[in-house]
Nanobody, 115 residues
Framework: QVQLVESGGGLVQAGGSLRLSCVPS????????MGWYRQAPGNEREAVAE???????KYADSVKGRFTISRDNTKNTVYLQMISLKPEDSAVYYC?????????WGQGTQVTVSS
């Protein structure tokens, strides 16, 4: 079992920035990929950004150019830097790790963008 702890969410005005952090209980060296997902009320959970063990990144079209996923191996942490935030970015953001055939999820952190 892997525990993932997210932090960094909060309330920000449109155009503002936030940085989310995710710290897994297992080393990120062994993961196949880690990603950030989000879910707004009444919506399905959607993939926002992903980073593979090889460092390849992928983004949802809606966040390209505004969000950046990165990792710090020395801190065993994955980040999601979000700039130019929009009200439609408001959601609970979840960190996820793919390890072998298993996917693990964090508890989520709320991001609210006011207009």
């Amino acid at each position: 079992q892997v525990q993932l702890v997210e932090s960094g969410g909060g309330l920000v005005q449109a155009g503002g920035s936030l940085r989310l952090s995710c710290v897994p209980s297992r080393s990120i060296f062994g993961m196949l990929s880690m990603g950030w997902y989000r879910q707004a009320p009444g919506n399905e959970r959607e993939a926002v950004a992903e980073i593979t063990s090889g460092g390849t990144t992928k983004y949802a079209d809606s966040v390209k150019g505004r969000f950046t996923i990165s990792r710090d191996n020395t801190k065993n942490t994955v980040y999601l830097q979000m700039i130019s935030l929009k009200p439609e970015d408001s959601a609970v953001y979840y960190c996820s790790m793919l390890w072998g055939y298993s996917r693990y999820w964090g508890q989520g952190t709320q991001v609210t963008v006011s207009s």
